[in-house]
Structures are given as structure tokens and as C-alpha cells.
């Protein structure tokens, strides 16, 4: 029997390269380093370019009859994935085609196979948590910083005996013929970036974050609210190119945030009632169909201010007085808000360069870059090493999701 | 004098910053609601419109500026222009705009607005008012360009009565009215 392949990260890239990999028929070893698949698709309420949610698995589970969601059956009811969340793969050895790796696996306090939601953990101690109503692997995680003695009155109380405080974290070291590096990416939390005071003024945050206040599932139940009070947002100014295209920081241009700020822009104004908002920009670059998303914004009366942010001065009212300089108009122009939205870079998650390095890969601006750059082939990074999805660089789903398809095409024709 | 007695001016004027809650929010729709002006939200400010005008290098504010400043609601600074006055109405820019911005016809409406609030320059009403005075702007004078082309000194038949007195019941007449 041919050894399995090894997927690293199981965002929408890393599971859509594994469950295709087992449909096939090959063994395949699925590792992510958090509790939870999916990665940062996770985290974005409605996805471009179809405005669809991610809340198919909270929305089957009202209908009768409908109690497994797809990716439950595709992911861990699926015998040729073995799924190892909590973990991460510490060293590779071998030569290509018979690789070693060996996997550091966290403890497995919880056994998702065993726990059924029910809640009553979260209630006896806050070490518990539910990520999302649809996360995969269904069941709660626990937090051992947490701990207390309410942890374990859940312990003896789990219905399913779901629980096991004690357990401890394990190493192991599996063979495998090929690598997909499927590790995505990481949103910058511009904290360095002093003038807009991110990190120190809590009305200023990060696309990333206003996509989890505007989630229906969030704190607020989808309202607009301000981080510092929770009151209604009336205001909102957003700026792009935070951390992008700027040589002190990433000389590239993050691709889809002008897209998914032009999506959250509409949504605020399309769906939360009332609410304003100006985008200050260097270019917009909504490419290929997503122009759509530019149209739209205009049409409704989103402002757009094109240059740069001079000046942010918080109030004590928690509003923030903002001074732009409009390039256009060569005019200053003075604006009050509510909430200051920062179109921050997507950077190369945490590990990167040291699994570029251990693997002798390019690094394309700390991503992983193709083998060979004039080639055409932008998934095949290596020798038996493939990259698909947000790990070559910024990309938006259904990109990832293309390129994970044609990593498994390649390593389907590679064992005919 | 020496050298070091010399100084920078300070700035003639400190420059506020143009604040934006002081502005019409409704003056991006009133334009999009007259004729010809629902596309004006389209536009992305690429400025093809400036490029595209014969004139616009002597402006202020260019045509891709006016119309901005139509979006942000600086309906007081658009109306008062001069510049949607002189324009020449060539329609080189709605031509070219490539967002089917109607940016001739929308500075039409902006006259018209302006005209409403009897914001329009003198020499506008200059002209108007030698219009209704003459009952045209241009008047055919004996001259030796008419003799050299055998032609009679008055233009045969030409009568300014009537029209005249219609221009007096239109909106020409009301803006010269006030003057007379
Ligand atoms: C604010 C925002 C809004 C967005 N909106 C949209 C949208 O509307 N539509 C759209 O198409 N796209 C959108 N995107 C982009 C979308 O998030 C990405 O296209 C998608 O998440 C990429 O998936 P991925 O699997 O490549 O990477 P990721 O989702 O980043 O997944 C990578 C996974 O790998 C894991 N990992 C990383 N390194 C390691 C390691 N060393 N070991 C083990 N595991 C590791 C991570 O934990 C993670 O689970 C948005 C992005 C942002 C920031
Ligand atoms: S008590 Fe047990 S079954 Fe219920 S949510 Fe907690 S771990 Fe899952
Ligand atoms: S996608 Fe837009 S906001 Fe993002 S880096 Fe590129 S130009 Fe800047
Ligand atoms: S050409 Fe059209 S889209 Fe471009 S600036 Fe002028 S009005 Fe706007
Ligand atoms: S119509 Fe007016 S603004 Fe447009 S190109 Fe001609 S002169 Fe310029």
C-alpha cells in the first residue's frame, strides 16, 4: 500500500485537496494547528463572490432529518483521512517521496467523536467554549488555562464522557509520499503602524474583526456596535493598503481586501440601516468580476475618498476625528466616525519561513512560491511538494479551491 | 539688511480642512433625481471627462472635480462656480466617460439649480438681459461686410417683438426681471 499523502493546514484549501485526495482513494493525513477546520473562511459571515454564508451546517441543523452537515460525512467519516487538529508538524526528513514527518499532536481533552453539543460543560466552567455553532470537528474545545473546579464537575457530568482533563500530548512520526502546503495565510494586526493608533483606541480594527461584529452568530447578533461600548455604530470609515504595497512592510498588494472591503462596505450600508460609509484609498483593485463589488458600493452611496489618512485624534466620546487629504480635489477634508476599519495586510502565517527553509522551497515575499517560476505549474513548490490556496499568496476562495484541485490532479497523475 | 533678518511669511492663510458633516447629504440625490443625472453615482473618478474637455485647463475645478464635489455634497461650491458656466457644452466629456456619467447634462441641471437660487454670474445675466432687451444676442448691423456681398442693410423681415415678449414670460424674463 502506497503511503499517504500529508496536508498541511485544513482551511478551505487543505480540506478541499484532502477530501478530494480520499475520495480517490488515497490515504491522507490532514494536520492543523488549531482545535478547529476551516481555517479563516471561518471567520467571514457572507463570502464573495456568491454572498452566501457559512452557517449551512446552523441552517440544516432547524430542518428535520438533516443532522450531519457535509463536511462532517466528507471529513471525519471519511476512513482515508486521519484528522489531527491541535497539531503540528515540527520536523521533515527523508527524500522526496518517503518523507518522515513527525507530528506534534496537542492533548485531545475532548473527544469529538464522542461529545454531542449539549452545552452543559460551558455552563459548569468558561475552560469550554463552542467556536462556532458549525465548527468541525463538532464539539466544544477546552482551554486548560482556564482550568477550574468547574472543569471538572464537567468532567464526572458529560452525558457522553466526552472529557478528559488528564490527557496529555503526544509526538509521532508518519511516512508519507507528498506534501501539500495548504497553511494560508495570516491578517497583519498593524500595531506598529502608529498613525492609526490600532492596538491602543479600541474603535479601530481590522477587516477581519469587523467581519466577526457583523456575524449574525457574534456578541452582537450582527449589529454594528462599537469594540469600546457596544453602541450603535452611525459612522464608519474604512483605508486600504494598510501594511500593503509598502516596502516597510509587504511590497505586495494583498489582492482581495479592496474586494472584501467593498463587500463589508455594502453590507453596512445595505443591510445595517442608516450607517455611513467613506472609503479613503490609494486604488481600488476589485479585478476580474468582482468590479461588481465597486459598482454596487458606488450606486449606494458608499463615499470614496482617494488618498491617505493625515491625522486620528480620539475623542472622549469614543468617536474618532479623522483629517484626509483628498488627492483628488487637493483638499483636506475633516470627518467624524464611529468605527475606523483597517484594511490590514495578509501576511505569511507563523512557521512559514522555517517550513520554506526545512523543505529547500522558494519563498515568494514569505510565501511558498512554484518550483519554478517561469513554469505554469504554480502548485508544485518542490520535488513531491505541492501549495495550493492562500499559502502562495493572498487568494480568495475559489482559487484556493481551484489550485487545491489541480495539487490533486497532479499527485492522482503521479501515481497512475 | 542681512541676511539672517529674513524669514519665511508665515502662510497667508491657515487652510481648514473642509468638514464634511457641514455639507448637503442631499445634493448627491437631488442631481441623480433631475434630468439625465442617475448615472452620477457611477462615477470612479478616473478623470477621462477632464482629459477629454477643450477647455478645463484654465478651470478651478475640473469636470472629474465637479463631479466629486457634487458626490461629497458641496452643493454651495458647485452652484457658485463659475465653471459649469463656462462650460462650452461640447459633450466631449459625457462622450467619453466611460461609466455613461452624463457630465455635460449634469452641469445643465447644475445651472438650472443655480438658476433657481438666482446664483448666476453677472455676465450671464448680461447676456440674458440683451436678450430681452434686443431680442437677440448678435445684432445684424448695416456694415460694409453686408455691402460687399450686396446685401440690403437691415435683414429683410426680421422681427424681435414677439419673441421678445415670450421670453419675458420664461425663466430668462423672471432672472432680468428683478433688475428692471
Ligand atoms: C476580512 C476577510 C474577508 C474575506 N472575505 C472573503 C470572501 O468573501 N470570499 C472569498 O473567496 N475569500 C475571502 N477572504 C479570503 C479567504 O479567507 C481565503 O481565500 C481562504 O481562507 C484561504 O483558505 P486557505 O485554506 O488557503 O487558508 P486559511 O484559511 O488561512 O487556512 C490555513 C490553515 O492552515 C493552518 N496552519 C497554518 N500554518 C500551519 C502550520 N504550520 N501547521 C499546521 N497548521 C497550519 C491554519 O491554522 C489554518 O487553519 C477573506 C479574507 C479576509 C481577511
Ligand atoms: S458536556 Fe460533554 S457532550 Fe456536552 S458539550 Fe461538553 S463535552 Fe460535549
Ligand atoms: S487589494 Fe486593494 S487594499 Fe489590498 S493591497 Fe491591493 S490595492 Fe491595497
Ligand atoms: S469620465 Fe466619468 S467616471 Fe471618469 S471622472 Fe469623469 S464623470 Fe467620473
Ligand atoms: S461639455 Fe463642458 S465640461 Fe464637457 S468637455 Fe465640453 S466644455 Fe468640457
Known sequence: ?416 | MTETEEKADPPAVMIEPIDISKLDPDFREGIRSMPNGEELSACFACSTCTAACPIANTWKYKPHQLIRMILLGMREEVLSSEEIWLCLTCFECQERCPQNVRVTDIFFDCKNLAAEESMIPDSIVGLAKELLDKGQLYVVTADWEREDMDLEPEVPGLSTEEFKAILKGTRTGRIVGGDE
Do not use: W
Request: aromatic share 6%; charged share 25%; proline share 5%.
Open chain 1, 1 to 416: 500500500m502506497s503511503d499517504p499523502v500529508l496536508v498541511i493546514g485544513a482551511g478551505v484549501a487543505g480540506l478541499t485537496a484532502a477530501t478530494q485526495l480520499a475520495d480517490s482513494g488515497i490515504r491522507t493525513v490532514l494536520v492543523d494547528r488549531l482545535p478547529i477546520v476551516g481555517g479563516n473562511a471561518m471567520d467571514l459571515y457572507k463570502a464573495f463572490p456568491t454572498d452566501d454564508c457559512f452557517y449551512c451546517f446552523e441552517g440544516s441543523r432547524s430542518r428535520p432529518g438533516i443532522r450531519k452537515c457535509f463536511y462532517r460525512s466528507a471529513i471525519l467519516d471519511q476512513p482515508n483521512i486521519e484528522l489531527k487538529v491541535n497539531a503540528e508538524v515540527t520536523e521533515i526528513s527523508g527524500s522526496p517521496g518517503k518523507f518522515q514527518a513527525k507530528l506534534s499532536v496537542g492533548s485531545q481533552y475532548i473527544d469529538s467523536k464522542k461529545c454531542i453539543m449539549c452545552g452543559l460543560c460551558i455552563e459548569r466552567s468558561n475552560a469550554f467554549s463552542l467556536p462556532s455553532p458549525q465548527c468541525q470537528p463538532q464539539a466544544v474545545i477546552y482551554d486548560p488555562e482556564l482550568s477550574d473546579e468547574g472543569a471538572k464537575k464537567a468532567e464526572e457530568e458529560c452525558p457522553t464522557k466526552a472529557i478528559n482533563l488528564g490527557a496529555q500530548s503526544s509526538e509521532e512520526t508518519v511516512q508519507v509520499s507528498d506534501i501539500v502546503i495548504a497553511t494560508g495565510y495570516h491578517e497583519m494586526k498593524p500595531v506598529s503602524i502608529d498613525e492609526y493608533g490600532y492596538g491602543k483606541i479600541p474603535n479601530v480594527v481590522t477587516q477581519l474583526e469587523l467581519a466577526q461584529i457583523l456575524d449574525p452568530n457574534g456578541k452582537s447578533g450582527g449589529a454594528l456596535v462599537r469594540p469600546s461600548d457596544d453602541g450603535q455604530v452611525k459612522r464608519v470609515m474604512m483605508v486600504q493598503c494598510v501594511g500593503s504595497r509598502d516596502e516597510n512592510y509587504y511590497p505586495f498588494c494583498s489582492k482581495i481586501c479592496c474586494v472584501y472591503a467593498l463587500k463589508h462596505a455594502n453590507i453596512i450600508v445595505l443591510e445595517r440601516d442608516g450607517t455611513q460609509v467613506t472609503v479613503v484609498y490609494m486604488d481600488i483593485r476589485t479585478y476580474d468580476r468582482h468590479e461588481r463589488y465597486y459598482r454596487v458600493a458606488r450606486d449606494a452611496g458608499v463615499r470614496f475618498v482617494r488618498g491617505r489618512v493625515s491625522r486620528l485624534e480620539a475623542c472622549e466620546d469614543g468617536t474618532l476625528d479623522i483629517i484626509a487629504y483628498d488627492s483628488l480635489l487637493d483638499k483636506y477634508l475633516k470627518f467624524n466616525v464611529d468605527l475606523f476599519v483597517l484594511s490590514s495586510a495578509l501576511e505569511p502565517p507563523k512557521g512559514s519561513a522555517e517550513l520554506i527553509k526545512s523543505l529547500g522551497l522558494h519563498s515568494a515575499s514569505g510565501f511558498v512560491g512554484p518550483a519554478d517560476s517561469t513554469s505554469e505549474n504554480e502548485v508544485v513548490a518542490g520535488d513531491h511538494v505541492y501549495v495550493c490556496g492562500a499559502a502562495t499568496g493572498p487568494a480568495e476562495i475559489p482559487e484556493s479551491v481551484t489550485q487545491a484541485r489541480a495539487v490533486v490532479s497532479m499527485i492522482l497523475q503521479s501515481r497512475k
